[in-house]
């Protein structure tokens, strides 16, 4: 059975190896959510989680600062599944940047790093709720031999604070 701190612990590992999510801003009535690669500055287990995107695009214009914002993420095996809320803003750090910066990332702007639709953005995250997957094949086995899946589930589930 996991703990919290095992599942945030998966949670952080599969953010460094997955990298896409679903990114979203808290507002009544937005509809304001786009899938996003992030990247986590260094090695620590622990945000802020980094975004490149346009400053054309919907979502970096309806950025008024410290927004509150959300993130949905589901790792590639969809062994892994998380709801994170923190605080999204526009931070052209070009230290950050420059640490950052990498083919991939270059490939979308056409000037670089010195390309004026370039729009760093920063989740600041404070909170996760956090679902591990169990393989249906070996929940059903269990469920054969009389346990109790709504007991399985719920062992497998944290809410965790990321601040």
Known sequence: MPTPNDLEAKLWKALRSDMTVMLGLERAGDNLMRPMTVQIDGDADHGPLWIFSANDTGLVKALAGGDNAFMSFAGKGHDLFAKITGTLALDNDRAVIDRLWNRFV????EHGKDDPKLA?????????EIWENEWSLIAGIKLLFGSDPKQDYAEKT????LD
Not at 120 to 128: E, G, I, K, N, T
Not at 158 to 161: G, I, K, L, Q
Request: hydrophobic share 55%; charged share 20%.
């Open 120 to 128: 760093l953005l920063r989740f600041d995250p404070h909170q996760a």
């Open 158 to 161: 944290a809410s965790v604070r």
């Open 106 to 109: 270059a490939a979308w702007y």
